[in-house]
């Protein structure tokens, strides 16, 4: 028995230390980005039905406000994953407000919008149904805001990546 058990501790202290030592080794590759301070990396699910805005929700978030940038940081958006549910031709920005809007014809209060003229800009997509896109991208979203995207036409399922920094 004594020397089982002594198998076992031999085999479950390598586990622990490679355990440990993963989030700093491990990285992460959308739109060709390799995305490598894990620690830091936030990901978002984001969802909007036809031509809605709709704010970013963390992974397992179950609270329903959507995520806001807390006090004293900033998130930088690097990558975004795109999945557009019926073919054509389809268009998303992202921006962030003061409020949170899930699946809304109308905007955040006191909207900026990435591309600087609204809604009328948009990264476009010529797409088949399911098709997945990667875009690399580069937006700061400031401290008590919230980050949303708004898309066109389509019903739009989409995952962003982004790094939340000190100010």
């Keep these: ?13 390598p586990i622990q230390s490679v355990a ?3 989030p700093e080794t491990d990285s992460l590759t ?4 390799k995305l490598t301070q894990i620690s830091k990396l936030k990901t978002f699910g984001i969802r909007t039905n036809g031509t809605q805005h709709s704010t970013f929700r963390e992974f397992n978030d179950t609270s329903g406000t959507g995520y806001q940038v807390p ?22 920005t992202m921006g962030y407000g003061d409020t949170a ?16 003229s609204g809604t009328s800009d ?24 919230y980050p949303f995207v708004y898309c066109f036409t389509n019903k739009v399922f989409q995952q962003a990546y982004a790094y939340l920094e000190d100010v």
Excluded: H, W
């Design 101 to 116: 809007v899930f699946e809304s014809a109308s905007a955040p209060t006191s909207a900026v919008y990435a591309l600087n």
């Design 30 to 33: 959308v739109a060709g980005r």
């Design 122 to 145: 948009r990264f476009l997509m010529q797409t088949p149904a399911s098709a997945v896109k990667e875009l690399a991208v580069y937006f700061e979203v400031p401290a008590g805001k």
């Design 1 to 13: 028995m004594v020397y089982f058990l002594s198998i076992l501790l031999a085999l479950l202290i």
């Design 71 to 92: 006090t004293g940081k900033k998130l930088v958006i690097l990558a975004l994953r795109i999945e557009v549910s019926s073919s054509g031709t389809d268009g998303c």
């Design 20 to 22: 440990t030592y993963l």
